[in-house]
């Protein structure tokens, strides 16, 4: 199974209603990364949670790491079409400066 | 611009073909990632670099694939008689060190024909 798995794969919501994206691991996290990404573009970097129980927030978007450091979740309030695009997940489960592993994605639509 | 810079943003060549992949880091970054992204196979890792220690090639697919980084700054993905699973988005991103978050390039999406 994978190291790291993200869902839901694809999300469809309707401009103004709540969302949440998952992303579990199956080793403990060092740190969790989130990132969104629109098509033809880099990775921009969104938050970042390294202690359990670790709760962060930026404009609408909010994510949490759990207390076992096994899970995250990203919490989008109030959704807007400038939220649409793809939100990865990338886990450091070695510790230190080591290369991510990240999930396969969420592909998030905003429909107004 | 003080991001991630990454050239060309496109490449297209035939099968067969040696291609120079670019990576200029954030001025100060001590570490610098390769990553493939592929389609349905999400991100996978390629080659990492920190500082003058050896790089982490462990995740490079064969040995058509290679990368340096000179004067710890600039790297550059070099790949190989390439082959059609080649095509792919190469993304490059530096970080400042241990725990930091990890900025990317825009990538190059390279196909080969």
């Known amino acids: 199974s994978q190291e790291l798995e993200q869902s839901p794969q694809s999300l469809i919501v309707q401009e103004g209603k709540n969302l949440t994206i998952n992303c579990t691991s199956s080793k403990t996290l060092y740190g969790l990364y989130w990132y969104k990404q629109k098509y033809g573009e880099g990775l921009i970097f969104l938050m970042m949670?390294?202690?359990?129980?670790e709760e962060k927030s930026h404009e609408k978007i909010t994510a949490k790491l759990d207390e076992k450091k096994q899970q995250s979740s990203l919490h989008i309030t109030a959704s807007q079409p400038s939220h649409a695009g793809i939100y990865l997940c990338?886990?450091?489960?070695?510790?230190?400066?080591?290369?991510?592993?990240f999930g396969k994605g969420t592909r998030l639509s905003v429909i107004a | 611009g003080a991001g991630v810079s990454q050239s060309p943003s496109n490449k297209v060549t035939e099968k067969g073909k040696d291609v120079e992949l670019r990576c200029d880091p954030i001025?100060?970054?001590?570490?610098l990632y390769w990553y493939r992204q592929s389609l349905g196979q999400g991100l996978e890792f390629l080659i990492y670099?920190?500082?003058?220690?050896?790089?982490?090639k462990s995740g490079l697919p064969s040995d058509r694939f290679s990368a340096e980084r000179t004067g710890g700054s600039v790297s550059t993905l070099t790949i190989q008689r390439t082959q059609q699973e080649d095509s792919a988005v190469y993304l490059c991103a530096s970080s400042l060190g241990s725990y930091q978050p990890q900025h990317f390039g825009d990538g190059t999406r390279l196909s080969i024909l």
């Open positions: 990338g886990a450091d489960t070695v510790g230190g400066n080591t290369p991510l592993v």
């Open positions: 670099f920190q500082g003058n220690s050896a790089p982490d």
């Open positions: 001025s100060g970054h001590t570490a």
């Open positions: 949670l390294q202690k359990g129980g």
